[in-house]
């Protein structure tokens, strides 16, 4: 099993841009969710997705959306990136809510 | 909404005890979590514990969780350099869906 796979790992883009962050994940996990990671802050809750076709908002969701059209992939779009969207994306999915598994972080930058 | 919070640094000296505090402030949480992340990685799941028990031991990690005063602690005994790595403390609210996150306890071990 690869787990939780993200791609890119960076990213750098100009305000007003427009780019999706990918996520899936080969655990057949139902719950998936993407968390933004900023200094001294700790990580913060954007969306969820409690199965394919379902998507909540969690903490932090402006700005940001989601789809879940598969039970594997769970992408994030930003559709206009603005400077206060840098910071380090995590994806993660989970069985049972009991244990949840990272994705090694996309590191985005917005000029 | 939830609020988890820990202390920003812990410094400890190689083979001595390391013991990491979060308190929460959502009653209802089901389940506790410890996570470990090094540099530049995704976080890690250590353990967890789950609301009805008031301590669990795996290894070199004790979690003691009080209810009451609404407190974790993560005890590495025997702490080594590879322990050295932010921690954090996170918690599943009672809807089951969002798991907050505190903002890290920044562990530094020294020879």
């Known amino acids: 099993n690869a787990g939780v796979t993200q791609t890119p790992k960076f990213q750098v883009l100009k305000t007003g841009q427009s780019m999706t962050l990918q996520c899936a994940q080969d655990m057949n996990h139902e719950y998936m969710s993407w968390y933004r990671q900023d200094p001294g802050m700790g990580l913060r809750l954007i969306h969820y997705?409690?199965?394919?076709?379902?998507?909540d908002q969690g903490e932090v969701p402006n700005g940001y959306n989601v789809s879940r059209s598969t039970t594997e992939d769970f992408p994030l779009r930003l559709l206009s990136a603005a400077p206060s969207q840098t910071s380090v994306y995590f994806c993660?999915?989970?069985?049972?809510?009991?244990?949840?598994?990272f994705g090694p972080g996309t590191r985005l930058t917005v000029l | 909404g939830e609020d988890v919070e820990q202390s920003l640094f812990l410094s400890v000296r190689e083979g001595d005890s390391s013991v990491i505090n979060c308190t929460y402030t959502d009653s209802s949480s089901t389940y506790l979590y410890w996570y470990k992340q090094e540099p530049g990685a995704g976080l890690q799941l250590l353990t967890y514990i789950f609301s009805n028990m008031d301590m669990k031991q795996d290894q070199r990690l004790t979690v003691l969780l009080n209810k009451k005063d609404k407190h974790l602690s993560l005890r590495i005994a025997d702490t080594q350099t590879g322990d050295s790595a932010i921690y954090f403390c996170?918690?599943?609210?009672?809807?089951?869906?969002?798991?907050?996150f505190g903002t890290g306890t920044q562990l530094k071990v020294e020879l």
């Open positions: 996170a918690v599943l609210g009672g809807g089951g869906n969002k798991l907050t």
């Open positions: 993660a999915s989970g069985g049972n809510y009991n244990e949840q598994f």
């Open positions: 997705s409690v199965g394919a076709g379902i998507t």
